[in-house]
Structures are given as C-alpha cells and as structure tokens.
C-alpha cells in the first residue's frame, strides 16, 4: 500500500510563496506519475500540475501557469510545489497524488493513491 504523505502548507499573504512537499510511504511503484490537485469548499477538486516519473512529462493547470513549479525527487520518493505570487483565489487543501505510469494524469480518475491534503491559505 501506497500512502502519500502532504505537508508545508499554511497562511501567506497575497502575493507570497509557499512550497509543498509530498513523500510517498511504503510500497512504491518503480515508476509512477505524482500530480497535484486543489480543493476549494464547496467546489470540485480540480487539477494543478502533474510530472512523470523522470520528470520529461510536465502539465499545469492554465490558472497556475507561470506561477507554480512541479519537481520530484525519486531518491526520496517526493515531489514538490513551488508556488509563487499566490493570489485569494489559490485558497484551497492540496493533495497529492500517485499514478501508474503511461496516463496524462491531468484527471482525478487517474490515480490511485492519495494523500489526505494540506490546507493553503491566500489572505489579501
């Protein structure tokens, strides 16, 4: 069994960073794709970034293009969110995410594992 485990979120201010980290406990595949996923209250959880096993394979949702950064780590079994110039709307818990190689992984029907998410908070 695969648990992912989130943390490095908290409360910044407009126009802040914060960088989320993601280590994958127990079992692991020896390859996968890791993604990132946000949801807001009340809303669907929806898609951020995701990167392949040997990280040739990125995408990023439009609304964080430019201003969030996906890295993994395979020694550690981690992968990171750099996220930089956050804005209210950014407001959200972020879970991460594990997939079997060969998907796009831009869907939440994709993975397999999840973690139990960190809470971002984007004050103005």
């Known amino acids: 069994q695969v648990q992912p485990v989130e943390s490095g979120g908290g409360l910044v201010q407009a126009g802040g960073s914060l960088r989320l980290s993601c280590a994958a406990s127990?079992?692991?595949?020896?390859?996968?794709?890791m993604g990132w996923f946000r949801q807001a209250p009340g809303k669907d959880r929806e898609f951020v970034a995701t990167?392949?096993?040997?990280?040739?394979?990125?995408y990023y949702a439009d609304s964080v293009k430019g201003r969030f950064t996906i890295s993994r780590d395979n020694a550690n079994n981690a992968v990171y969110l750099q996220m930089n110039s956050l804005k209210p709307e950014d407001t959200a818990t972020y879970y991460c995410?594990?997939?079997?190689?060969?998907?796009?992984?831009?869907?939440?029907?994709?993975?397999?594992?999840w973690g139990q998410g960190t809470q971002v908070t984007v004050s103005t």
């Open positions: 990167i392949s096993w040997s990280g040739g394979t990125i």
């Open positions: 127990g079992r692991t595949f020896p390859v996968y794709r």
């Open positions: 995410a594990l997939a079997p190689p060969g998907r796009r992984g831009t869907r939440t029907d994709e993975y397999d594992y």
